[in-house]
Nanobody, 115 residues
Framework: QAQFVESGGGLVQAGGSLRLSCVVS????????MAWYRQALGKEREMVAS????????NRADSVKGRFTISRDNTKNTIYLRMNSLKPEDTAVYYC????????WGQGTQVTVSS
């Protein structure tokens, strides 16, 4: 069964940057479309960005275009989310999973953006 371990979150001021990482195990990582998701308090989880096994970006939410970049390193079974120009509305728990998620989720990493 696939496992996901997210890291890199924290508290940052508006306009700041963070880079999230997610190490994936238990699956043939280099064959999977992957994605970052986020869930703000009281809201449903939403997909932020997704990426093909070869590193092509499939899509990004309109709210993060021009600010967030997804990438991956297949040699490390890791995907990344570079987040620039952070806004308070980006505050959420961020998760990684397959682009078509099934199975359990990791614990996520909390991102808090102060105004």
């Amino acid at each position: 069964q696939a496992q996901f371990v997210e890291s890199g979150g924290g508290l940052v001021q508006a306009g700041g940057s963070l880079r999230l990482s997610c190490v994936v195990s238990g699956v043939a990582f280099n064959t999977k479309d992957m994605a970052w998701y986020r869930q703000a308090l009281g809201k449903e989880r939403e997909m932020v960005a997704s990426i093909t096994p070869s590193g092509l970006i499939i899509n990004r939410a309109d709210s993060v275009k021009g600010r967030f970049t997804i990438s991956r390193d297949n040699t490390k079974n890791t995907i990344y989310l570079r987040m620039n120009s952070l806004k308070p509305e980006d505050t959420a728990v961020y998760y990684c999973h397959f682009r078509n998620p099934s199975g359990s989720w990791g614990q996520g990493t909390q991102v808090t953006v102060s105004s």
